[in-house]
Every structure is written in structure tokens, then in C-alpha cells.
């Protein structure tokens, strides 16, 4: 940027660039002597820009732009004989593509082209706006007011022509309006709206009215106002448009008047509705597209899951019925009572997938209920971990458990918190390598019980802590996977968490293993009493520790 601020800043080469530009226009030599050509102009438009750029320059700084306009028009009088407003936008329209040529001229990326080139056309707006306006007010040059006679009509037939609508106000009335003003309003000739004000030709409420006011008095104090976008109603048919409308003060018939330059973006705020839409409906179509994909993961890992205990199931039966056609097989006995056991851990293993993929739907549906019951969720936790030790034991790991109290009592369904318990448990059985450990530890936070399961195990990826719980989701989703699991478990438990009113995530400051960490708040229910019925280990625990633990193989 500092190499196009020094060209910017070049007032010699900038002058060249104008007298070129001038020249190419057709001008006589009249217009191209050095001293028409103003440096200290240059250098005082070039400081505008550049902060304008920067941001520290206000357009709406009428001052600065009636000082340029002021010398530039002197300098015409001084050297040319005839001047009026096609001289003077002429003129303007040199150095405006003048600097631009700058722009253009450096190596830059387009958008940033773009960006200060529209900064140079809005200075140059405002410029020439200001320019006319000192013309028409200027008293003390008769020139000037002559030339600006003859040209009034081209200056009229200019803003005719313009495909915007313009509009003068004095005093709150239209004093002024081309054709496309009266049209906008919904009107065929300028002339059916003269005298009228916004309110008289628009429908607009409480709100706006102070606002438009309000507005119109800034445009009064500064001189200028930026772009507004406005919504309009019509009094004419009633037809609502959107508007971006730029104001600025002027002088027309020696009054210090408003004028506003209003473009109908109705059909802009169209496309950008619909763009909109668009931009959802994708985001919409994605989402399934992924939504699908998972299911389709899904439902491959679900025929994976009911094949794998099917065939082990038909090829134990196989087996009983071989050894069972034929006697003289050594140990008939025991090989019958292995393959027994094979075929119940995977009817197990079935009545667990067939279970979790129930109570899933039934959550889907909202079927699925919680039993609350106030009990000592200290003495149901750890009767879990006990209940598991041997099992945990048999596959050469260690579990412990800790607590920082000993009773808590509070309202929570004992199943749904072992099944909860026996899912993270299971889980981390399958993790953790020989000689590992697992820790199940209870903190009590008041309010809140934290109930945390941690193991030593391959741990979890950190890009992977959240979409664990989402439901068809594994870390490992090949079918190869030395792991069994159909990717709804870490849902389900989620879901039964949040069915507490509570919440479960995995801990990232842990680096080794893994942690799974549990809050459910404190709650008690008033109108029952409390109790541990239905909380002890027994067959129940037993049953279910066989279910929740049926996929892992030793």
C-alpha cells in the first residue's frame, strides 16, 4: 500500500496523468497550461484520499470539498473564457480517471483495486455534487451564474435521464423530482408530487417518522448523509419497496435545500433472500448427506453386529450336533458345555443391541421414562464397581474406587445409572491393555455429584471427544476393527444423563487413558421416601453385567 500512496502523493506525476487524460479528451491548449493544471489541488485531493482510505477522512466534510472546488473553478475563469457545468464535470471527470488510472496501474489484488477505486468515485461524487452547488450559489462571479443558465437545462435533462430518483426538499415539501421520483412513488409525472411531503406519499408509522427526521436533520448539520436502506409502503397501490437513498445539502433556487438520491434495491434484497435460501437449503442438504452416510455406516455395522453372534451361535449348534451324532469323540461333555456358553454370550450380545436399539427409539419418541427414586447414589455406585471386580479381574486389570463422601442421597433411577455405569465400564475394558487400570471416583460438589470413570487404556483423540456421543458414531468404523460395538452406546448413555438433568464429556486435560466425566445435580423428591429397594447387587446386576459386557472376547 505504501507504493500506491506514493504515486497517489506524485503531484507531478498525477498532473502528467490529468494533462493526458485531457488531451485524449479533446481539450485545446487553452486547458493544458501548467498553471490550469493546479499542483497545490492535487496535493490537497491526493491527503483526502489517502485518509480517506485510512479511514480518517469524513466525506461529509463539506469544507475541504467546497476549498478544491473553489480554486479549481478560479483557475477555469482565469484561463477559459466560456465555462459552465459540462466544462466543469468535464474537468472533474479527468482527474477522477486520472487517479483511478493509478489504481489500475499497480499490481494489486482486485478486490483491493476495487475498494480504493470506489473511495476515489465516491470522493469525486461528493466533490462534483459540491462543485455544482458552489456554482449555482456563487454570486459574486456573473460568469459563473450565466454559464450556469445556459446549462440548466443539460444539468435537468441529466437528472431526467438518471435511472435513480431524485428528489429536493424544502421545508419538508418536494420542490424538485425527475421522472424516475415520480415513478418510484407511483406516480407518471414529476409534477403530481410537487408540494407534497414523504408522509403525505408514503404510509409510515410511529416509529420511522422521528427517525426520518431525525436523519434529515444530521444531512442539515453535516451536509451529508452515507447510504440508508429504508422499507417502504406507497399510498398510491400500496406496494412496499426497498430503498437505499444517500442525502446531502445543496442550494437550489438560492435555499439551502435537502437532496436525496433514492435507488429501488428491492430486487438486490430479492436475490439476497434468495441467496439465503439457498445458502440453508445447502447447509440443509449437507446435513442429510452426512445424516445418510451415517446411517448407512450404521446400518453396515448393525449387519455386522447381528452376523457376527449369528454365526457364532450356528456354528456352536454345528458343533453340539456333530459331537452329538458321534460318541466317540473324547470330552463330549465339556465341549458341549464350551459351545453352550459361546451361544449365550451372543444371545447376550443380540439381547444387548436389540435393548439399546429399543430404548434409543423409545427416546427418539419420547416413550422413554426415568423412575426416580431418592437412594444413596454413593452406596449404588460402588455397588456396581464391586459387583464387576471379578470380571474386571479375569482380564488381568485392576479396578478402583474412591469417594470423597460417604452417603449422598438424592433423587435418580438406580437402572438407568447402571446401565450407564456397566456402558462406560464395558468401555473401557475393551481399551485398556493388559495390566491396566480403571478408576471409578466420586466427587461431591454440593450441588452437583461428579462421578468420573478413568482408564489407562489407548485413550481418545481429541478431534473425536464430541462425536463419540453422537449416535452411529465410533472411533474405529472399519469392519475389521478389533473392537465390537455398534456406535449407539455412548448415545444412549448421553441421552439417559441428560434425562437426569445432567451431563457427560470426556475430560481433555487427560492425556494418558481416557476419562468419562458425569454431572447430575442434586435433587430430592419431597413426597417420597427414601429408599435403596431395588439397589443391591444381586441377580439383577449379575444379568445385566453379562448383557452390557457380552462383546468383549477374551
Not at 451431563?503 to 427414601?530: Q, R
Request: proline share 1%; hydrophobic share 35%; aromatic share 8%.
Amino acid at each position: 500500500m505504501e507504493k500506491l500512496y506514493g504515486y497517489i502523493n506524485n503531484t507531478q506525476y498525477l498532473k502528467s496523468k490529468i494533462t493526458n487524460n485531457m488531451k485524449n479528451d479533446g481539450y485545446s491548449s487553452d486547458y493544458l497550461q501548467d498553471k490550469f493544471i493546479c499542483s497545490s489541488v492535487i496535493k490537497k485531493m491526493s491527503k483526502c484520499i489517502v485518509d480517506c482510505i485510512e479511514g480518517n477522512y469524513n466525506l461529509g466534510n463539506e469544507a475541504v470539498h467546497a476549498e478544491i472546488s473553489y480554486i479549481i473553478i478560479n483557475n477555469m475563469l482565469k484561463y477559459i473564457d466560456e465555462v459552465n457545468i459540462r466544462v466543469i464535470m468535464g474537468i472533474f471527470k479527468c482527474y477522477r480517471k486520472s487517479y483511478i488510472d493509478v489504481v489500475l496501474e499497480e499490481n494489486f489484488a482486485e478486490k483491493n483495486k476495487l475498494r480504493i477505486t470506489n473511495y476515489i468515485e465516491r470522493f469525486f461524487d461528493k466533490l462534483e455534487m459540491v462543485a455544482c452547488s458552489e456554482w449555482v450559489v456563487s454570486s459574486k462571479e456573473k460568469k459563473i451564474e450565466d454559464a450556469l443558465r445556459e446549462s440548466g437545462n443539460l444539468y435537468r435533462n441529466l437528472l431526467e435521464v438518471m435511472p435513480d430518483a431524485v428528489y429536493v426538499h424544502s421545508e419538508g415539501k418536494i420542490v424538485y423530482a425527475n421522472k424516475a421520483g415520480a415513478n418510484l412513488m407511483g406516480y407518471l409525472e414529476p409534477k403530481e408530487i410537487l408540494g407534497k411531503s414523504s408522509y403525505d406519499l408514503l404510509e409510515i408509522d410511529d416509529y420511522n417518522k422521528p427517525l426520518i427526521k431525525q436523519q434529515d436533520d444530521i444531512t442539515m448539520r453535516k451536509g451529508y448523509l452515507p447510504p440508508v436502506e429504508r422499507k417502504y409502503s406507497r399510498k398510491s397501490d400500496g406496494k412496499s419497496l426497498d430503498v437505499e437513498t444517500t442525502s446531502s445539502v445543496i442550494s437550489y433556487e438560492e435555499e439551502k435545500t435537502i437532496l436525496h438520491i433514492t435507488r429501488d434495491i428491492s430486487e438486490r434484497k430479492r436475490i439476497e433472500f434468495l441467496k439465503q435460501k439457498v445458502r440453508q437449503k445447502t447447509h440443509l442438504l449437507n446435513k442429510t448427506i452426512e445424516y445418510n452416510k451415517l446411517r448407512t455406516e450404521f446400518f453396515a455395522n448393525i449387519s455386522h453386529e447381528l452376523r457376527t453372534p449369528l454365526n457364532m451361535i450356528l456354528g456352536s449348534i454345528q458343533l453340539i450336533k456333530v459331537i452329538d451324532n458321534d460318541q466317540r469323540l473324547i470330552s463330549s461333555n465339556i465341549k458341549v458345555k464350551k459351545y453352550i456358553s459361546i451361544i449365550k454370550q451372543n444371545c447376550y450380545r443380540l439381547v444387548r443391541l436389540v435393548d439399546n436399539l429399543i430404548d434409543i427409539t423409545k427416546i427418539d419418541a419420547g416413550y422413554l421414562e426415568i423412575n426416580l427414586q431418592n437412594a444413596d447414589i454413593v452406596k449404588v455406585v460402588e455397588d456396581i464397581a464391586l459387583s464387576v471386580v471379578e470380571y474386571v479381574e479375569s482380564k488381568g486389570l485392576e479396578i478402583i474406587f474412591d469417594t470423597d463422601i460417604e452417603e449422598k442421597y438424592m433423587a435418580f433411577d438406580a437402572d438407568k445409572i447402571e446401565r450407564i455405569m456397566l456402558n462406560l465400564i464395558s468401555n473401557a475394558i475393551k481399551f485398556t491393555k493388559l495390566g491396566g487400570q480403571i478408576y471409578i471416583n466420586i466427587y461431591d460438589k454440593q450441588n452437583t455429584i461428579v462421578i468420573t470413570v478413568r482408564d489407562t487404556g489407548i485413550g481418545i483423540p481429541l478431534q473425536k471427544h464430541k462425536e463419540i456421543f453422537e449416535r452411529f458414531i465410533q472411533v474405529d468404523k472399519s469392519l475389521s476393527r478389533k473392537r465390537e460395538g455398534s456406535g449407539i452406546g455412548l448415545a444412549l448413555v448421553k441421552s439417559l444423563v441428560e434425562m437426569h438433568g445432567g451431563k457427560i464429556y470426556v475430560n481433555k486435560e487427560i492425556t494418558k487413558g481416557s476419562e468419562f466425566v458425569i454431572e447430575l445435580p442434586v435433587k430430592v423428591l419431597d413426597d417420597m421416601k427414601e429408599s435403596n429397594e431395588n439397589c443391591n447387587v444381586g441377580e439383577n446386576y449379575i444379568e445385566r453385567i453379562k448383557v452390557e459386557f457380552s462383546d468383549i472376547y477374551s
